[in-house]
């Protein structure tokens, strides 16, 4: 199994960007995909994740209103389109596949990971 990210990038605050993962190999993702990021210093957090027929998705409270993720299923792939980024919002993101289809938000309930992709806002 495989999960390529990629879409991370330098922008400003205020900017946008569209992570994409695709998922490869002999892979699972009936119960959907997530995203995660860590900060230097900082515990790896949920940020969002999604049912893989897409009907039911999940946020972090700081990605509410500003962050999208979807799904792609032909493709495999899961995207998280990101809006009124900030600084705070510096980090490697992480995209994961899920193991189980309940905690979305730990990270127990993902049995595969992404390399990560940076993101880095600046003020």
């Known amino acids: 199994v495989q999960l390529q990210a990629s879409g991370g990038g330098l922008v400003q605050a205020g900017g946008s960007l569209r992570l994409s993962c695709e998922a490869s190999g002999r892979v699972d993702l009936r119960y959907g995909m997530g995203w995660f990021r860590q900060a230097p210093g900082k515990e790896r957090e949920f940020v969002a994740a999604?049912?893989?027929?897409?009907?039911?998705?999940y946020y972090a409270d700081s990605a509410k209103g500003r962050f999208a993720i979807s799904t792609e299923s032909a493709r495999n792939t899961v995207y998280l389109q990101m809006n009124s980024l900030n600084p705070e919002d510096t980090a490697v993101y992480y995209c994961a596949v899920a193991v189980f289809g309940s905690n979305w938000k730990v990270r127990t309930s993902y049995g595969y990971w992404g390399q990560g992709t940076q993101v880095t806002v600046s003020s």
């Open positions: 999604i049912s893989w027929s897409g009907s039911s998705t």
